[in-house]
């Protein structure tokens, strides 16, 4: 809508401009004897360059029509640099909310597309490492400026956290390197050693070790950039990349019922949650263990990022957009197609085929859906997995990130067992 409302205004303000202009150029026509006194509305671009073409006389003519003239070559300059502008994204998520697949919907973008997965892995190694625990403060810092300077295509501050450290920016170490078409393409793969790096593939071809220097002039080849993390924690500590002048940031957080993230993980990681897998079973759940506050305290950081991108905050503005697991399942290619509207980027025919190859989405007449019933069953089945007292659990200490983003509560098993009753409320968050 906003975007609409702004196109019509723009619209509005140039037909007044031009007809202002026309008027005065008609008054100037007649001192100059000038006979073409335009009929039809110009371009501003075409308007400039007739100005520029008369500058000299025109200048004489005073101050308000010199403002005017130079409103217009604004006008123009900032419409063009638009058009040109790269863009920046950052898909923000947590493990398990389905960013891996979402971040795919930007990796497959084509040739214009520099995509970067999970960089952030080896900061939070190495932080971690040193420490022995994350110091959240240090790794909020360090996670910001590797960030900013990756949108830059800047790999100086990364190379400093990889290990082993990279020799003359060549590493074989780079944390999932086969994930990023980019670095993954001819221009980026270096020659293939036999015996050396036997089993170093790389997508659809197998290169050598991964030259930094490659890659960031690759990098800088491309307009757009996107950076997939699980790892930041709020939102606010980035707010120095929204404002640096050099980037075009915007920011898509992807979020999932912490009910399902939990059942999920409790599969996924079954050492890291055995706990859970207890309680699951056995007795009591006592409400402030360790692992009950870490919960607590994800969902809380959740929550926060998404208050404040959703406050809109002038660093924000039409920079955020929040995204919920559940309907990029049930409806890929309608989120997709947002998500993309969102970020100025171009949606590829590339990246549709993708969609429709790898979900359940298919054709329908004035638009590509999915076929929601399915769909719908798939992204609530964690419900038969996850007892109810589990479910109560996350209730109590997740609440208010639940009421949120529109995940209803369960208040009995036969309730949390019962498919005629959906769990996800029909939400819009984010109005453009
Ligand atoms: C137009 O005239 C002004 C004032 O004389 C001058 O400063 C400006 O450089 C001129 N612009 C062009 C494009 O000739
Ligand atoms: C965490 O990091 C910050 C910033 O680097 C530092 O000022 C602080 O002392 C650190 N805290 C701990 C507990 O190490
Ligand atoms: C890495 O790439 C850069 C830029 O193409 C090149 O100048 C440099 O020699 C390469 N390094 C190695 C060790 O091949
Ligand atoms: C639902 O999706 C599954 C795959 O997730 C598929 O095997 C099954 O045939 C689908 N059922 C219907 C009714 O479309």
Redesign the pocket.
Known sequence: MRIKYTILVVFFVTLVIIEKENKILSRVSDKLIVKQTPQTPLQPSAFVNIL?KY??TF?SLGKDFMLMKRRLEDHTVVRDRTRRTKKHILLLATTRTGSSFVGEFFNQQGENMFYLFEPLWHVEKMLTLDTGGTNATAAAKAYREVLQQLFLCDFSLLESFIEPLPVDHITTALFRRESSSSLCEESVCSPFIKGVFERYHCRTRRCGPLNLTMASKSCQQKDHKVIKSVRVRQLENLRSLAEDPRLDMKFIQLVRDPRAVLASRMIAFANKYKNWKEWATGGRIPIDDDEVRKLKGNCDNIRLSAEVGLKQPPWLRGRYMLVRYEDIARFPMRKATEMYKFSGIPFTSQVKSWILRNTHASKEAGGVYSTQKNSSEQVEKWRFNLPFKIAQVVQRVCGPTLKLFGYKFVSSEKMLKDKSISLIEDRRFNIF
């Open positions: 520029l500058n000299a200048t």
